[in-house]
């Protein structure tokens, strides 16, 4: 049992997986305190206020990072926020697309341009973060992802010209650039409030951040996605996987275990 | 000229980005919103790099017909067909969008998803309580993902949930700001290393003299 | 209005500070005053070790300097990782093949290589092909090299600069293959999987003492100094505010916030 076929560990959980995603268990989920504080801090907006959301993430994070952005689509527009979608990763404009492909048909009223924008993704990093404090349109090259000059006839632009506009930021992020450059460039210098939602190995790394106030609460990877789609009453995905997730990690420590009690009678011997 | 004058261009623009930062005067910040426009620009024009890059060394094996071959064949098609359709028909055409949802987004779903397995094969490997501080890990580790997971509470009680929260809010980011402050104090003298000329290893010599 | 910009006066005086004392450390070590020695650093001298049993077995040497831009520290104290390494491969005529996520980094490191080999007098034995940009795309790089190390034989694995989701990929690959594998990132969140996975693991700011450490150069070795003090006085800031806070004073933080 100490060095088991990883290959079998490897068919061992997808079937497990597997099972849980065909026949969900059902198993309750709590709602953690730093996902509350930031749906709160969401909540706390006011109809009209910008919300700029950094889609800083590849397809790679769809399963954990889309459900909150989704959720928190849904739940500005039930508040009539106003959203800004644009990031520093290639993929950027393509994970807005995706998002407003699902979500917007349930906004009817909403209008691309009025109560939303997807300027995508424009190349620089951080710099382009740095560019749009001063001037968001100039940032984004005058261009937003589905082909539109800008500013051109957009209200959304008549009282956001630049990042310092916003009343709030969401950072949804795999990486690098991301979360460091959103608090470095806008969070602390501006003061504006914040939030983030990180893939799962990302969550020790920004605690530092959620204890010194520099962010307001964290949607911590699939959990924290889970979390939120029940805050806003809609269980999607994430909520659905849940179930994978609990017997994922059990197979591991499963196999943790073994492996460790066979070590200890290997030393007694 | 060869080596000083990248060293006088990095020093300046260095010096002039750093305190663009922290002054005041907006002589510095329109400087500073030039040379990022700049950046911006020279990082697209990079993209074309990349892309000849990778002509050449796929184009050298589909020519000589090396191992893997047919590889680097549908490495062209895919390269330029998402090019050619993105320059043709436009980023929201359906065709697009198609070949997008299609392939690049499954296929890298796929590559994120693989971690699942390397994670149980390397926690597997490497949880083994062969002293204090791993077994310390270990014990830590199995209440984090207990606690992350609802099962964890469902099977042992609440208990877990307020343990996992701890261990992250506690020693994790304890530990995390002290690693964070040494690695930002050694950032920043690297970065004024090679503000100086002193780590000249990116010109393609030695730090130091 | 003044000159520094308001709350980033203590940040500035303190960065300043910090500077200086690195061009006065720097000056102390050129005069040839005696520089302190750095403690041992397993995974900087494992590189000898790892580059040596790749050259016994016939096989190549791979490095990937991470996924991070050019702008990035990490990035920076890669180069000079991998200016010792290609020379040690120039030397032992070992393959090296160097793979980036980043045209401008490959850019970079295009000439880093190139310069290395001809310092060490291979100018001949450079092979551009093996400095190669892979993909843009995180995943699309991390697939690329992981059909490196299984294709072209890669028995001595090292990873050091800023990587994310694709450094235990990188990691177990080359586990896999039977490579030895050297890490070494400041990013804290993969540290973890480097040290479950790899054979040796630079931790943090280990990466950025690389070129003090390989070439022994007192300048450098004097900057190291200089980091160290700033920690020394970090910490003590943070024990000074972490106290007066707790007594209820907040001082310290209204002066640093200045």
């Known amino acids: 049992m100490q060095n088991v076929d990883r290959r079998i560990i490897y068919i061992i959980l997808i079937v497990a997986v597997v099972y849980a995603l065909i ?32 889609m800083d993430f590849s397809a790679g994070g769809i399963p954990e990072l889309e459900p909150a952005g989704k959720a928190i689509f849904y739940q500005c527009m039930k508040k009539d926020v106003k959203i800004v979608m644009f990031g520093m990763w290639v993929m950027a404009g393509d994970m807005a697309e995706r998002l407003l492909t699902e979500m917007a048909p349930l906004f009817p009223d909403k209008v691309y341009g009025t109560d939303y924008i997807n300027i995508g993704y424009k190349a620089g990093g951080a710099v382009l973060l740095q560019k749009a404090v001063d001037d968001v349109v100039e940032a984004a090259l005058n261009i937003d992802h589905r082909g539109n000059t800008l500013p051109g006839n957009f209200p959304i632009f008549d009282n956001f010209k630049s990042l310092k506009d916003a009343a709030f930021w969401v950072c949804l992020s795999t990486g690098n650039p991301g979360v460091p450059d959103w608090i470095k460039v806008v969070g602390d210098p501006l003061g504006i409030p914040g939030t983030i939602d990180v893939v799962s190995v990302s969550i020790p790394e920004n605690m530092p951040f959620v204890d010194s106030g520099q962010i307001q609460g964290i949607i911590q990877g699939i959990r924290g996605s889970a979390e939120y789609e029940l805050l806003v009453s809609r269980p999607g995905r994430a909520v659905a996987g849940m179930d994978a997730q609990s017997l994922a990690h059990v197979v591991i420590l499963v196999f943790i275990a073994l492996g460790n009690i066979t070590y200890l009678m290997t030393r007694k011997k | 000229m060869r080596k000083e004058l990248p060293l006088a261009i990095t020093f300046v623009v260095g010096l002039i980005v750093v305190l663009a930062n922290f002054l005041a005067p907006q002589t510095f910040v329109k400087i ?12 697209s024009l990079f993209c074309a790099l990349g892309v000849a890059n990778l002509t050449r060394i796929h184009g050298k094996k589909v020519s000589q017909q090396s191992e893997g071959w047919i590889f680097s064949v549908i490495m062209f098609i895919a390269m330029f067909g998402f090019m050619i359709t993105a320059l043709s028909v436009g980023q929201q055409s359906a065709l697009y969008n198609n070949l997008y949802n299609n392939t690049i987004v499954p296929l890298n779903a796929t590559m994120y998803s693989i971690l699942m397995f390397y994670i149980a094969s390397a926690a597997y490997r490497a949880f083994r309580v062969r002293s204090m501080e791993a077994t310390l890990l270990l014990i830590a580790a199995a209440i984090v993902m207990l606690g992350k997971a609802p099962i964890g509470e469902v099977v042992l009680g609440k208990w877990v949930a307020t343990w996992t929260n701890w261990i992250l809010a506690v020693p994790n980011t304890a530990g995390m700001r002290g690693i964070q402050l040494g690695a930002t104090l050694g950032g920043i003298a690297m970065a004024l290393r090679v503000l100086l000329g002193i780590e000249r290893a990116h010109f393609g010599g030695v730090g130091g003299e | 209005m003044g000159l520094i910009k308001p709350g980033l006066i203590a940040t500035f005086l303190l960065e300043l500070a910090f500077g200086v004392a690195i061009v006065v450390l720097i000056s102390r070590a050129r005069t040839g005053r005696k520089v302190p020695a750095i403690r041992k650093v397993a995974g900087l001298d494992a590189l000898d070790e790892a580059i040596g049993r790749a050259t016994e077995m016939g096989a190549t040497v791979h490095f990937s300097p991470g996924i991070g831009d050019v702008s990035n520290a990490q990035t920076l104290a890669a180069f000079a990782i991998l200016t010792h390494v290609a020379k040690m491969c120039a030397k032992y005529d070992t393959r090296l093949i160097q793979t980036n996520r980043n045209n401008v980094v490959y850019s970079i490191t295009e000439e880093v290589v190139k310069q290395a080999y001809v310092d060490s007098g291979k100018a001949d034995a450079f092979n551009p092909d093996d400095v190669r940009f892979i993909s843009e795309d995180q995943f699309g790089y991390a697939s690329g090299v992981c059909g490196i190390m299984n294709r072209e034989k890669v028995r001595a694995n090292i990873l050091i600069g800023a990587f994310w989701a694709e450094s235990l990929i990188f990691a177990e690959v080359g586990a896999q293959v039977g490579s030895i594998q050297i890490a070494g990132t400041a990013n804290t969140h993969q540290i973890p999987f480097f040290i479950a996975a790899c054979d040796y693991a630079l931790l943090g700011e280990e990466i950025y003492a690389a070129s003090a450490y390989l070439s022994r150069e007192p300048v450098l070795i004097g900057c190291l100094i200089a980091q160290d003090w700033g920690k020394m006085i970090g910490v003590i800031l943070i024990l000074v505010g972490a106290i007066s806070v707790t007594a209820g004073s907040t001082w310290l933080n209204t002066l640093l916030n200045k």
């Open chain 2, 32 to 43: 500073n919103n030039e040379v990022r426009t700049w950046f911006q620009l020279v990082s």
């Open chain 1, 23 to 54: 026949k969900p268990m059902g198993l309750p989920v709590t709602i953690n305190k730093t996902t509350e504080d930031a749906y709160a801090a969401i909540d706390a907006l006011q109809p009209g206020d910008v919300l700029v959301m950094g």
